[in-house]
């Protein structure tokens, strides 16, 4: 199944990662691939599904407004989705998060047409993994697609009274 977790709220990739436990607690295999977020070694998420022996790939600079070499990070992208075609049609995988993915396709880093044509050709295919895809601004087409899509709505975020310093153990 192909599942959208997108919206303004907090709580998407918190989300797919809570999908990732209950599949690994269910012994199916998972890996997880970021799309915008950098070196994950800081994160408290990679640190406690790394020891579960998660797959764990980051294909990003950062911040999508902090980004100086667009072409660089299209070709991150391209690797990265081309990682997850390898991993997708090996049948090792029961489960793939594309974290943040959904900024790859909305700001054109990635052909989105491409990435539709694909999961549409292959997402009912015996031994196709379930993927979870999230992010803001998640591409008509993605939602169209999509099994299920989920919208997280932001009512209010502890990031914009503090002076968006992220909090350890919240954001990191």
Not at 57 to 86: H, I, Y
Request: hydrophobic share 40%; charged share 25%.
């Amino acid at each position: 199944m192909l599942f959208v977790i997108t919206g303004n709220g907090k709580g998407k990739t918190t989300s797919a990662l809570g999908m990732v436990a209950r599949a690994e607690g269910q012994g199916m295999k998972c890996a997880v691939l970021q799309f915008i977020k950098a070196d994950p070694s800081a994160l408290g998420e990679y640190k406690t599904f790394s020891k579960l022996g998660v797959s764990w790939e980051s294909w990003g600079d950062g911040f999508t407004w902090n980004v100086k070499d667009v072409p660089a990070l299209m070709q991150k992208c391209e690797k990265g989705w081309d990682s997850f075609v390898e991993k997708a049609l090996s049948g090792r995988y029961s489960m793939i998060v594309l974290d943040e993915f959904t900024y790859v396709m909305a700001y054109g880093y990635l052909d989105s047409h491409k990435v539709v044509s694909f999961l549409s050709e292959n997402k009912n295919r015996e031994g196709f993994p379930h993927v979870v895809i999230t992010g803001r601004e998640a591409p008509k087409e993605i939602v169209d697609l999509a099994d299920t899509v989920s919208e997280i709505q932001e009512i209010k975020h502890h990031y914009h009274a503090n002076g968006g310093k992220v909090v350890k153990g919240i954001e990191l």
